[in-house]
């Protein structure tokens, strides 16, 4: 049976998709007051073209396709007010990874962790997350439009105006930045 | 002679793009012979598996939002349907 959307009572949708809605922002922006702001929009923009809902998919995933549009939007505008923050960045002082003549400084740890099993780590997840919400805004903006919004390399290059290999060298630094906490919280955790 | 530090940016720049030939036989064989460049190189693969993986969970939501905000949206949807009649 198709879903069709509640014309009567707006208040039960809040009810029963609000949870996942701010979930799935707050994954992407780490931040309540913007990922409060973009699920009312998303209600808002949902509750205006409910007549466009044609029952072909779920409505969650209705609704997440026009969030995952606002997270978009949010995160450029985010880039585009913090591009003198973005271009001081650039210039990474000392290594903390690497000695002056590209040794790992630390021996990166087995995570004994393996492709495939990461789902069944809820630790894992949850120190994740954190990690995520501890790089620096340029580089978590970044990292969520490459990893969690799977844009490709072109599409974010044209939503934030940046070349492509400055991309993939912040989107190293990120890499380099999350692997650092991670086995520094969830491995030293255990 | 590439080291550790080229190899993990270019380990990075594989998940964006293919790397010329040469530049994989480079990543190759430095990978055979340094062991900490290996666990770097499977750090890499487990983290874009399990960011891509917390990224899709959304069935079970890992935060709710607070109730204050959820409230605010539904008088904000009220608004707006009484606006419409």
């Known amino acids: 049976m198709k879903e069709t959307v509640n014309n009567e009572n707006p208040e039960r949708w809040v009810d029963q998709y609000a949870d996942v809605l701010y979930s799935f922002a707050w994954s992407r922006l780490n931040n309540r007051a913007s990922a409060e702001d973009v699920v009312q929009e998303t209600f808002l923009a949902a509750f205006r073209s409910k007549d466009k809902f044609t029952g072909n998919s779920s409505i969650q995933t209705w609704l997440i396709s026009i969030l995952k549009n606002k997270i978009v939007d949010v995160i450029r505008k985010e880039s585009r007010e913090a591009v003198t923050e973005e271009t001081k960045e650039v210039h990474e002082p000392a290594d903390q990874f690497f000695d002056r003549k590209g040794h790992w400084r630390v021996a990166p740890a087995d995570w004994k962790i393996h492709p495939g099993q990461v789902l069944e780590q809820k630790e894992f997840m949850d120190v994740l997350s954190g990690c995520l919400g501890h790089l620096p805004d340029n580089l978590r903006r970044l990292f969520v439009l490459r990893e969690l919004e799977e844009l490709n390399s072109d599409e974010i290059c044209d939503e934030l105006e940046i070349t492509a290999s400055n991309l993939w060298v912040m989107l190293y630094r990120a890499r380099m930045r999350l692997r650092g906490c991670l086995t520094e919280n969830w491995l030293e955790a255990k | ?85």
């Open chain 2, 1 to 85: 002679m590439l080291n550790c530090k080229d190899i993990s940016k270019l380990i990075s720049e594989s998940l964006e793009k293919d790397l010329p030939l040469r530049t994989r036989m480079a990543v190759k064989f430095h990978l055979m012979m340094c062991s900490m460049c290996r666990i770097y190189y499977k750090q890499t693969h487990v983290l874009r598996e399990a960011v891509r993986e917390y990224g899709r969970k959304h069935e079970a939501p890992i935060k709710k939002i607070p109730a204050d905000a959820a409230e605010k949206i539904k008088q904000a949807l009220a608004d707006e349907q009484k606006s419409n009649h």
